[in-house]
T-cell receptor
Framework: DADVTQTPRNRITKTGKRIMLECSQT?????MYWYRQDPGLGLRLIYYSFDVKDINKGEISDGYSVSRQAQAKFSLSLESAIPNQTALYFC????????????????FGPGTRLTVL | GENVEQHPSTLSVQEGDSAVIKCTYS??????FPWYKQELGKGPQLIID?????GEKKDQRIAVTLNKTAKHFSLHITETQPEDSAVYFC???????????FGKGTRLSVIA
């Protein structure tokens, strides 16, 4: 089973609708991230959370909100979706303690493709 | 804040040739520089990284070099194979402290 899962994988919605994208991880990592990917623009950070009680804005947080319900779950909401929020959205995790690996490595989910009509 | 520039945006090479992707960063405090590979339909995955206390790191056919003075780092892939075709992202951060800032990506195509 995948360590970082995202639901839904694909979503088509209409302008003005509220949308929630969910991310779950079984890696036991404290840090979680939401990114947006657009062609030619790379990966841009929306929000990040270094632990359950911590929420931080990223480069492009306007129009988005997040909730860190537990160590394993980090949700991204679009309160009123607009067409320019059409993009591929990725969740990622990292473990600052390093465990048995690199403390800076981010592990990405498979992505959610969102289309806003 | 940190700004990472990546070039080229697309790169086509013949199978067996080498590929080089270059990035520059703006924040002299950044000390961690990873490279991620994104295959079609998947999330990015770390392939190699380098920290500011070394100038070069190699792992089989891939290598990364870092020039702290010039604030640039590069990914080198030798003996390219069709399975190297993907989008590659460079990134920079202050290790353990700040989130990664990514470049805009390079789409590498290896032509058989």
């Amino acid at each position: 089973d995948a360590d970082v899962t995202q639901t839904p994988r694909n979503r088509i919605t209409k302008t003005g609708k509220r949308i929630m994208l969910e991310c779950s991880q079984t890696k036991g990592h404290d840090r979680m991230y939401w990114y947006r990917q657009d062609p030619g623009l790379g990966l841009r950070l929306i929000y990040y959370s270094f632990d359950v009680k911590d929420i931080n804005k990223g480069e492009i947080s306007d129009g988005y909100s997040v909730s860190r319900q537990a160590q394993a779950k980090f949700s991204l909401s679009l309160e009123s979706a607009i067409p320019n929020q059409t993009a591929l959205y990725f969740c990622a995790t990292s473990d600052p303690s390093g465990g048995t690996g690199n403390p800076d490595t981010q592990y990405f989910g498979p992505g959610t493709r969102l289309t806003v009509l | 804040g940190e700004n990472v520039e990546q070039h080229p945006s697309t790169l086509s090479v013949q199978e067996g040739d080498s590929a080089v992707i270059k990035c520059t960063y703006s924040d002299s405090a950044s000390n961690y520089f990873p490279w991620y590979k994104q295959e079609l339909g998947k999330g990015p995955q770390l392939i190699i990284d380098i920290r500011s206390n070394v100038g070069e790191k190699k792992d089989q056919r891939i290598a990364v070099t870092l020039n702290k003075t010039a604030k640039h780092f590069s990914l080198h892939i030798t003996e390219t194979q069709p399975e190297d075709s993907a989008v590659y992202f460079c990134a920079a951060s202050i290790s353990g402290n700040t989130p990664l800032v990514f470049g805009k990506g390079t789409r590498l195509s290896v032509i058989a």
